[in-house]
């Protein structure tokens, strides 16, 4: 190892300073970006070296390339291509996972009698919440739906039949939030024979229908359907096609709750 002892001109001895070149490229190769990095720019020129964890809902989570740093940014806050990039790569990428859970709302009440008879009708909806399973936020989602109703002529059978359908647009789902939306209004008829009557039929002195159960289709914005939900599962075979709103009155929010 004799010829490693000389010196440098710099006043070092040179084994020295081949462990600085040997330091400093290794310094070099640690700098280097992963291949699956991709160079973003952003609206004022500024140069990023990151790799994308998970994208939607409007926002992007990033890596850094140098020193492995994850955090959230807004896509549009980058060049139009790196928005692409960043939507392609969402296409490509986003997995949706879901619980759906529902409640019932009574919303309003109207009687009329005619003669021994009292006729009732109330108007209900579902309210369903969409709860997002993953820590990412997800967006651009369609939510379609459809309302059944139990017919009943008192006799314990009625089956149950689409009384409404309708699609809701929910703007984005925050990580591990729920967005809520309210279905179109469901029309329960009923009717009640007063004491001392009674129908030649053999039908039932009160005769009631009721809410018939929900089935819920979630699309992305490509209309690939990513999630189906229904109160029983022979439901869902009656939801199919377009849902026909019926004159709508749902709404869709995104917040997280």
Known sequence: MAGLEYWHASGYPEIFAMKTHILTSLCLIAAIPALSAHEFTDLQGRKLEAEI????GGQVMLKRATDGRT???????????????????????????????????KLKSTSTKRGPVTYVDETWLYKINI??????????????YWCFRREDSGKGKGSA?????????????????????????????KQELAGGFYYSNGDSAIQSDGMGGLAVRIFDKNDREVYKWATKDDLLVAAVGKPQ?????????????
Do not use: C
């Not at 699609?167 to 329960?188: H, P, W």
């Open 53 to 56: 964890i998970a994208a939607g």
């Open 71 to 105: 955090f959230s940014v807004v896509a549009s806050n980058f060049t139009a291509a790196d928005q692409k990039f960043i939507s392609d790569w969402a296409d490509a990428n986003t997995k949706y996972s879901f619980d759906v859970a529902y409640t019932k709302k």
């Open 131 to 144: 709860k997002n399973r993953q820590p990412t936020a997800v967006g651009d989602l369609r939510v379609d």
């Open 161 to 189: 039949r689409i009384e409404t359908s309708g699609s809701s647009k929910v703007a984005m789902v925050a990580g591990s939030g729920t967005a809520t939306l309210d279905t179109t209004e469901i029309v329960l008829h």
């Open 245 to 257: 709103s019926n004159g709508s009155s749902s709404q869709s929010t995104g917040n997280p709750k």
